[in-house]
């Protein structure tokens, strides 16, 4: 009787995953679960060069990186602590990583510099100016100010993320920050706000019943999309709206556990790429990445960790950034290290071990497979991260890396 039963179960367990097969088939939902640990990838990019440059504060902190028209690059973030010290701060270098201008703005010691867009004449950045939201416009050639607007959207507020429009600029952040000290998130509520092209505020609109941290905006066609965490950081967070920002769709992506939504990018098809790091399903923060189409209906996920094959309970791998790549699939920025210092190991006779801190970069392709991974680390004792990727025109990639300066890694052509 008893292996009558067994037999049975199997049997309707077999039938159980067959059916569950068809309907991920069906659907077009594909999870995938590779083993992302623990294996050597030839194919995978080599370091070119570095260049780092330090701000006026003891330390400053990049937090976007983007691949300028003249073939140099620009890194915004601050310099300085937050909430007595902190300084925004931008860094424009040519094609090699030297120096061509820095500048530093502030009022107060609480100032954000959050992202920063290209436009035919001039460097747009956005982030907060004295815990008010805040877009500065400069000259290419010097950084000069051509404008700049601060804006009390309310309460500890910022802009995040920036995109220009015909009629002129709509940002995204967040407003009424209950932890203004986190610049990851701030536990408030997430905004939109339209502006005239003088950065002057048009009108604003609340998304706090549809997102709590907005991170990024994209448009597509006549729609745009917003990503970011939702309330209680609890899941990926996905908007459509029109382009006077009216709900169309609103979407959550995730487990059971916290996910933190924090980088996207659209691929040439429109499919939409979303990253960050996630508890849900995993030993301690992995890398959490998914495919979305424009109707927000998920294609595929993956999630990665722990590439130097530590005691994954230990091991934080934490994304930040993402960029669509020529094939159809995308490239992952992260750190990967202890956050606990309290789990030591070496690897071999590198001198290696846990609690130094390396950039972490995986490449997916269009169906969320592997291609492959890899870390860079800065030497022995040194913790390098990533904080933000750029594609560069030879095929390459461009990080902005975290070690107490504004750091650039340029990595070689991969695509």
Not at 387 to 400: N, Q, R, S
Request: hydrophobic content about 35%.
């Amino acid at each position: 009787m008893f292996f009558s039963k067994l037999f049975l179960s199997l049997v309707n367990l077999n039938v159980l995953i067959y059916a569950l097969s068809l309907i991920l088939l069906i659907t077009g939902c594909k999870k995938v679960n590779n083993d992302c640990n623990l294996k050597d990838y030839p194919n995978a990019p080599n370091k070119e060069w570095t260049s780092e440059i330090a701000g006026s504060q003891s330390e400053a902190h990049g937090h976007y990186i983007l691949t300028c028209s003249d073939g140099g690059f620009i890194q915004i973030g601050e310099t300085g602590t937050l909430p007595n010290s902190a300084k925004i701060m931008v860094v424009k270098t040519d094609e090699t990583g030297k120096l061509l201008w820095k500048k530093e703005f502030s009022d107060g010691g609480h100032n954000l510099g959050n992202s920063v867009i290209e436009t035919k004449n001039a460097y747009i950045i956005c982030g907060a100016i004295n815990e008010n939201s805040a877009i500065i416009k400069l000259n290419k050639n010097s950084g000069a100010v051509i404008f700049n607007q601060t804006i009390d959207n309310g309460g500890n507020d910022a802009f995040e993320n920036i995109i220009c429009t015909s009629g002129g600029i709509i940002a995204v952040g967040y407003v009424n920050a209950n932890d203004p000290n986190n610049t990851f998130f701030t536990e408030g509520e997430g905004y939109l706000t339209v502006l005239d092209s003088n950065g002057s505020k048009i009108k604003g609109l609340n998304l706090n019943n549809h997102i709590a941290h907005a991170y990024r905006i994209r448009k597509i066609e006549n729609n745009l999309f917003i990503s970011g965490l939702t309330k209680n950081a609890s899941d990926y967070g996905l908007l459509k709206t029109n382009l006077e920002g009216n709900i169309i769709w609103s979407k959550r992506y995730g487990g059971a556990l916290e996910d933190h939504c924090f980088g996207m990018d659209v691929s040439d098809d429109g499919s939409i790429f979303l990253t960050g790091h996630t508890k849900s399903g995993t030993q301690n923060w992995d890398t959490y990445t998914t495919k979305i189409d424009t109707s927000g209906n998920q294609l595929w996920e993956i999630k990665c960790g722990n590439p130097r094959g530590f005691n994954p309970k230990f091991i934080h791998d934490e994304a930040w950034d993402i960029k669509s790549t020529n094939d159809g699939g995308c490239i992952v920025i992260a750190g990967t290290g202890d956050e606990y210092n309290r789990y030591k190991r070496r690897c071999g006779n590198s001198g290696d071990n846990s609690n130094t801190w390396h950039i972490y970069l995986i490449k997916l392709d269009q169906n969320g497979n592997l291609d492959w991974q890899k870390t860079y680390g800065g030497g022995k004792g040194t913790d390098w991260a990533g904080e933000a990727i750029d594609l560069t025109p030879d095929g390459g990639a461009i990080i902005a890396l975290d070690n107490g300066k504004f750091g650039f890694v340029k990595i070689s052509p991969f695509q």
